[in-house]
Nanobody, 118 residues
């Protein structure tokens, strides 16, 4: 599975951005697709994920109520709608995929930079 992330950019605090992750191949029903971010000097954080079959979602406490992950099955695409952005959301955001039950993500897209100015 090849993943292509897009939609990052520069936005003021309180603003919104929508990230998209397009998969190059038909995503199998046993996959989980997630968004993982890494800020400078900090550890990677899984901010949201969604099961391809069933659409079960997870959102980290740090983004709950502000970010929402969704999928478009017919387009093999996962979106991350980010609202009420804060400067601490500044990071490189990666789209990633793994089989359900795997502890780590096996497939990674290139990162997209999100910068939130105060």
């Amino acid at each position: 599975v090849q993943l292509q992330a897009s939609g990052g950019g520069l936005v003021q605090a309180g603003g919104s951005l929508r990230l998209s992750c397009a998969a190059s191949a038909r995503v199998l029903s046993r996959y989980v697709v997630g968004w993982v971010r890494q800020a400078t000097g900090k550890e990677r954080e899984v901010v949201a994920s969604i099961t391809w079959s069933g659409g079960i979602t997870y959102h980290a406490d740090s983004v709950k109520g502000r970010f929402a992950i969704s999928k478009e099955k017919n387009k093999n695409t996962v979106h991350l709608q980010m609202n009420i952005l804060k400067p601490e959301d500044t990071a490189v955001y990666y789209c990633a995929a793994k089989f359900r039950g795997d502890p780590t993500y096996s497939y990674w897209g290139q990162g997209t930079q999100v910068t939130v100015s105060s």
